[in-house]
């Protein structure tokens, strides 16, 4: 059975930094891109970046471009988030979620953990 | 940025009816679309993917259609547990986008 179990989300203040990771298993991780979503309180799903199988290739939503650093240790069946600058609107739940199909790139996500909550608030 | 405008914003149905969620594409996504089920608290299930394929596990009341801009998702006959947001998603063009989401409810 899929499981992806985010952790280290938390409180910060604005302008402060975070890194969530997610722990996979239950699949051969290092075969799947994996991505990050983020939902904002009583809204919708934003998709904010995705990183290939193998560790080499990303993309990000411009509203997290040059903040958010997306990366992975497949030794250790693990993604990351490192956030940096974070703003009020940051604020969110973070699913990491696991392509559908091995080796590409920007398919669809079968599989989400449960989220770690982001607060951003002075 | 392709944009995803789904509607109605919400349905309000009763078990056994059968529900049209609609999805539109701000340009030609092919048929690179996907729907998503999430419930109060949970995280998103996939439901369709490819407009039309049904992810595993998922039964068979869940149908999708459509290709371009259009696409539809249809639940056959409401079961209880379908009470739901439903989101659609495209994979056609960076970046990744998902639809406002429709609230189906009792």
Redesign the interface.
């Known amino acids: 059975e899929v499981q992806l179990l985010e952790s280290g989300g938390g409180l910060v203040q604005p302008g402060g930094s975070l890194r969530l990771s997610c722990a996979a298993s239950g699949f051969t991780f290092s075969t799947y891109a994996m991505?990050w979503?983020r939902q904002a309180p009583g809204k919708?799903?934003?998709?904010i970046s995705?990183l290939s199988h193998t560790g080499t290739n990303t993309?990000?939503?411009?509203s997290v471009k040059g903040r958010f650093t997306i990366s992975r240790d497949n030794a250790k069946n693990t993604l990351y988030l490192q956030m940096n600058s974070l703003r009020v609107e940051d604020t969110a739940r973070y699913?990491c979620a696991k392509e559908?199909v091995a080796t590409v790139l920007?398919?669809?996500?079968?599989s989400?953990?449960?989220?770690a909550q982001v607060t951003v608030s002075s | 940025e392709i944009v995803l405008t789904q509607s109605p914003a919400t349905l309000s149905l009763s078990p056994g009816e059968r529900a049209t969620l609609s999805c539109r594409a701000s340009q030609s996504v092919s048929n690179f679309v996907?729907w998503?089920q999430?419930k109060p608290d949970?995280?998103?299930?996939?439901l369709i993917?490819d407009a039309s394929k049904r992810?595993?596990g998922i039964p068979a009341r869940f149908s999708g259609s459509g290709s371009g801009t259009d696409f539809t998702l249809t639940i056959s006959s409401l079961e209880p547990e379908d009470f739901a947001v439903y989101?659609c998603?495209q994979?056609s063009n960076?970046?990744?986008?998902?639809?406002?989401?429709t609230k189906v409810e009792i």
């Open positions: 991505s979503v919708g799903l934003e998709w995705i993309y990000a939503a411009d699913y559908r920007g398919y669809y996500f079968d989400w953990g449960q989220g | 996907a998503y999430q949970q995280a998103p299930r996939l993917y992810a595993t989101y998603q994979r960076w970046p990744l986008t998902f639809g406002g989401g």
